[in-house]
């Protein structure tokens, strides 16, 4: 299966090449795999009027017609599959596996959109609490926010893409999106899908762009939310530029993971494995930090070296591979030189550590620094390291003492460790039993401190992308008439 020579952007539901300017490289293998329409000003500015301009018509859809676009899109996407993950193979690196599980979960939030599309309701509430109130009533329903502006991330292009869209088109609000533009053929495919149905003129618009000419994503006032997934310096940047708008962060994390002393430790190994790996570690819960009580801390320590010891890296198309490519060689210098500067400061390499290019490999450290930038900062690649506790009022501390706040994960048999950690773990989410980087997309999800703003999840996301309006009703007066002999 191959990539097309190009793709085009789309404008108001249209595709257009005004230019091939965008390069998309293979992650694996370095070289220009297909070119991409690169969105100006221009472009940008017309596809947020036309947005303002479908406000009307998008609110006015009925809502069987709204569940009827996306269930075209997960009817597509499921023929589409392979392709589907053949693209995200390539421009992200992101191992074959891996890929087709994004495509899945492309396909499942579409599908819960088009389950929630029908499902928007209000509530009547009385308003007579007081004698100044009696004959009085009122009734609240939601109604699309209008324009919306999504800015979507490298390391999800599709699923990312879609926890924005779909809800969006789920509600009635027509958007922009810029996808980023190392990883946008997953949005422009989404974008090809969405063309095909009959949502109204100007109700979406694709836009590849570079960063740096992408202000109008952010400062237009015409746009009344703005969702944004990725780095933390650069979504607090956006927030202080957003003006009036709704602004909604998904931001990054230095995930922690506990294993208590009553864990089963096979099973906790292999989920560990996973939440620091998979997809080579860069995903924004992926387990960076293992808390292991003292009493079991070398048995688990040396069954997880054996075990990351066992994972195959190398070409992402590979069937057996599970550790790809990073983003860039840039991302994996930089974090090459995270693990250099905590063994300079003390720690100790238990396995990995070695890159090569782009490609670096599975490491695993313990000792690490409280200041160093791997404990301190998120890794976002293939990188965690173990610390020993010897209380929960212990792990308890050490999980919360990060500037991160996104999901965490626990393994232990004690009820009553988990309803206090559920109280006490100053994150977004817990997970029992497994490690943080799990994430079901109907769930609400996101995070505190500098992990973001708001949460993703179709329906919660939804309640972001409308607004509640109400409805006040005052009874007149009336003379009951006699009831017939």
């Not at 249209?14 to 230019?19: K, L, V, W, Y």
């Not at 091939?20 to 220009?32: A, I, Q, S, Y």
């Not at 506990?258 to 992926?286: K, M, N, P």
């Not at 390291?385 to 792990?395: H, N, P, V, Y």
Request: aromatic letters at 8%; glycine letters at 8%; one cysteine or more.
């Amino acid at each position: 299966m191959t990539l097309k020579d190009t793709y085009p952007l789309y404008l108001a539901n249209e595709a257009q090449t005004p230019n091939t300017d965008l390069e998309v490289t293979d992650k694996f293998t370095g070289e220009v795999a297909t070119r991409v329409a690169l969105a100006d000003a221009k472009i940008i500015d017309a596809g947020i009027q036309a947005a303002v301009d479908a406000q009307e018509p998008m609110a006015r859809m009925p809502a069987y017609e709204r569940q009827a676009v996306l269930q075209h899109c997960v009817d597509r996407f499921t023929e589409r599959y392979e392709e589907l993950a053949h693209a995200l193979c390539v421009e992200a690196g992101k191992p074959i596996k891996d890929a087709r599980g994004e495509v899945g979960r492309l396909i499942d939030t579409f599908r819960i959109a088009a389950e929630e599309a029908v499902r928007i309701t209000g509530e009547v509430q009385p308003l007579d609490i007081s004698p100044r109130a009696k004959g009085y009533q009122g009734i609240w329903k939601r109604v699309p926010i209008g324009a919306c502006s999504f800015i979507s991330p490298f390391n999800f292009p599709l699923n990312l893409a879609a926890h924005k869209v779909a809800p969006a088109l789920a509600v009635g609000c027509p958007f922009v999106m810029k996808p980023a533009s190392r990883t946008p053929l997953g949005a422009i495919i989404m974008g090809e899908v969405m063309a095909e149905t009959n949502l109204p003129k100007g109700a979406f618009s694709i836009l590849p762009a570079h960063r740096d000419g992408a202000d109008l994503f952010t400062t237009d006032d015409r746009l009344k939310l703005l969702s944004f997934t990725g780095s933390p310096s650069v979504g607090w940047e956006l927030k202080a530029k957003a003006g009036r708008k709704k602004v909604v962060l998904e931001l990054g994390g230095n995930a922690a993971v506990v294993i208590d002393h009553d864990a089963d430790l096979d099973d906790a190994v292999e989920r560990t494995i996973f939440g620091a790996f998979y997809q080579s570690g860069q995903s924004c819960i992926g387990v960076q930090r293992i808390l292991v009580h003292d009493s079991v801390y070398e048995r688990f320590r040396d069954m997880l070296v054996a075990k990351t010891k066992t994972l195959i890296a190398g070409d992402p198309h590979d069937e057996n591979v599970f550790i790809g490519p990073m983003i860039s060689e840039g991302e994996a210098k930089r974090l090459d030189g995270w693990i250099q500067e905590a063994v300079t400061k003390g720690a100790r390499l238990l396995c990995g550590g070695k890159r090569e290019g782009a490609m670096l490999e599975a490491t695993l450290l313990e000792n690490v620094d409280p200041v160093s930038k791997l404990n301190v900062e998120e890794a976002f690649g293939p990188a965690a390291f173990l610390i020993r506790f010897k209380s929960w009022d212990e792990a308890i501390h050490i999980v919360n003492d990060s500037k991160f706040g996104l999901q965490a994960g626990i393994f232990t048999r004690d009820f009553y460790k988990v309803l206090d950690a559920w109280d006490r773990l100053d994150v977004g989410g817990v997970v029992v039993g497994d490690v943080p980087s799990y994430r079901v997309d109907n769930m609400p999800y996101g995070g505190v401190k500098d992990s973001g703003l708001g949460r993703e999840g179709v329906r919660f996301a939804m309640e972001d992308m409308s607004e509640i309006r109400n409805l006040v009703i005052r009874r007149l007066k009336t003379e009951v008439a006699p009831r017939p002999e």
